[in-house]
Nanobody, 121 residues
């Protein structure tokens, strides 16, 4: 079992930055792919980024070049640095854990409760 707790969301103006954190419990954190998925009101969940056990990363085209995902296995934590934020980035951001670096959100087995990110224009 892996439990995930997100933090770092908030309100920011367009062009600003936020850093989300996801703290995980469990001894096998380092073996999991950690991902971020977001959901805007009235829309389906959307893959944002993922990082494998070996720090290989995968990003959605919509965030590539603006968001950076990293992990600290010693702290059981992943970080999503979000720069040049746009109003379209407004969503609830969920941390997720799964076996592979994939875009398919249903492949992730464990989920956090989510943190709200709001970008004002």
């Amino acid at each position: 079992q892996v439990q995930l707790v997100e933090s770092g969301g908030g309100l920011v103006q367009a062009g600003g930055s936020l850093r989300l954190s996801c703290a995980a419990s469990g001894r096998t954190f380092s073996s999991y792919t950690m991902g971020w998925v977001r959901q805007a009101p009235g829309k389906e969940r959307e893959f944002v980024a993922a990082i494998g056990w070996n720090s290989v990363t995968l990003y959605a085209d919509s965030v590539k070049g603006r968001f950076t995902l990293s992990r600290d296995n010693a702290k059981n934590t992943v970080y999503l640095q979000m720069n040049s934020l746009k109003p379209d980035d407004t969503a609830v951001y969920y941390c997720a854990a799964g076996p592979g670096v994939v875009r398919t959100t249903t492949r992730y087995d464990y989920w956090g409760q989510g943190t709200q990110v709001t970008v004002s224009s």
